[in-house]
């Protein structure tokens, strides 16, 4: 058992758990969120102190929580309930704590006096270490409502508190930046993308061990679902940077760096789906109006989602990236566009070819738009 506790930095002396307190409280809590159904958790934690303290500090702050987060903090409760009544009679090990934040976040100063109080209800000695260990697994566990306007303000606000944080964070953004730099989002989803890697940063900082959400065989699942290698590149790109910037040792990265890739891919999948590059595909029948509707709809069934188009009749003042036709014909002011010729609008045997086409097409005007990334090979976030 030993063995598997390498990767959180804790393990078994004597039947009793070692280690570095926040590590010891984060592995126990990894354990029970997902080694146990939710039922079983939410009739087991959910207590009325621990609702009291939620409420309050709630009130206090404007924070909404999500509805796993609030499972999230019964837990967690549990867990600090525990392991105050064990530091009774063991000296808690505090070290490996981020210290300056007790100066520089005015928000755990305003934090401890509620938690204060609930160490109080349950005859706890309490110290500023607690509260900071408290602040971290807030920030870290995704307990928040990110929608809400305060929280969003509160995260932000703390990311730009913590150094290796706010490092890691510049550094994605201006990764981000260079390799994609014809690309523009809105203020609100970026502020999402944002909150999102900070969240992940603070959790890759301060502690170590994941309990992976895809897997690695569901982390080739998600992989399979990109097209192109040179995201995947980007992807690898990210993690090798964070895994850097921090200096972890070959053991820690080994551990995180699988983990990291498959949560920066869904991120790069968020963004790209965000994107509004879109092909325009054109459809050129000799038919009358209204059958021109209707097999243009037919056509519109059998195309692929995995990218993004729009499809309309052909006006020959326009420009597309992918016009389909029923005869070989010039299009004089179309050179760019790529013809496709259907043998026949009614039976299924063109659409395999014509949807290879549309991921091609689509790629092509994707990279026209993404500065190379150096390659890596597939295997390394897996191995």
């Known amino acids: ?41 939410l009739q087991q934690f959910s207590q009325n102190a621990h609702d009291q303290i939620l409420t309050f500090l709630n009130k206090q702050f404007n924070f909404p929580y999500t509805q796993d987060g609030k499972i ?38 305003l934090m401890q ?40 303000d509160f995260l932000l606000q703390e990311k730009n508190n913590d150094t290796l944080v706010n490092g890691l964070t510049e550094q994605f ?16 989803f970026s502020r999402k993308i944002n909150l999102n890697v900070s969240q992940n940063h603070f959790r890759l900082v301060y502690m170590r061990g994941w309990i992976s959400v895809f897997g690695r065989i569901g982390l080739q699942d998600r992989l399979a679902h990109f097209e192109d290698q040179n995201l995947l590149n980007l992807c690898q790109t990210l993690t090798d940077n964070s895994l850097n ?35 325009q595909i054109a459809c050129d029948f000799p038919y009358e109006r209204l059958m021109q509707d209707i097999v243009i709809e037919m056509v519109r069934e059998r195309l692929i989602n995995s990218v993004k188009w729009d499809l309309m009749k052909y006006d020959a003042s326009s420009r597309y990236d992918v016009i389909l036709s029923s005869q070989i014909k010039e299009y004089p002011n179309a050179h760019q566009a790529k013809i496709f010729v259907m043998l026949s609008n009614e039976f299924d045997f063109d659409f395999p070819y014509l949807n290879e086409l549309l991921k091609a097409t689509y790629l092509e005007k994707m990279q026209e738009r993404m500065r190379q990334v150096p390659e890596f090979p597939l295997e390394a976030p897996l191995s």
């Open 1 to 41: 058992m030993n063995e598997d506790l390498v990767e959180f930095h804790v393990q078994i002396k004597n039947g009793r758990m070692k280690g570095p307190e926040l590590q010891v409280r984060y592995f126990y809590f990894q354990l029970l969120l997902f080694g146990r159904p939710y039922l079983v958790n």
């Open 245 to 279: 910037y921090l200096k972890l040792s070959q053991q820690d990265r080994d551990f995180s760096q699988v983990e990291l890739f498959g949560r920066y891919a869904s991120i790069l999948q968020l963004i790209f789906k965000e994107v509004e590059l879109r092909l």
């Open 113 to 152: 006096n509620t938690l204060l109080r609930f160490a109080l209800q349950s005859a706890f000695a309490w110290n500023q270490y607690e509260s900071l260990i408290f602040y971290l697994f807030m920030i870290s566990s995704f307990t928040l409502d990110t929608t809400n306007h305060f929280v969003q």
């Open 173 to 188: 953004e201006n990764t981000m930046a260079h390799f994609l730099p014809f690309y523009t989002f809105s203020k609100d």
């Open 72 to 109: 999230k903090f019964e837990i967690w409760l549990y867990i600090l309930q525990k392991r105050l009544r064990y530091g009774r009679h063991e000296t808690l090990d505090y070290r490996d704590l981020p210290v300056h934040l007790l100066q520089e976040s005015n928000f755990i100063s």
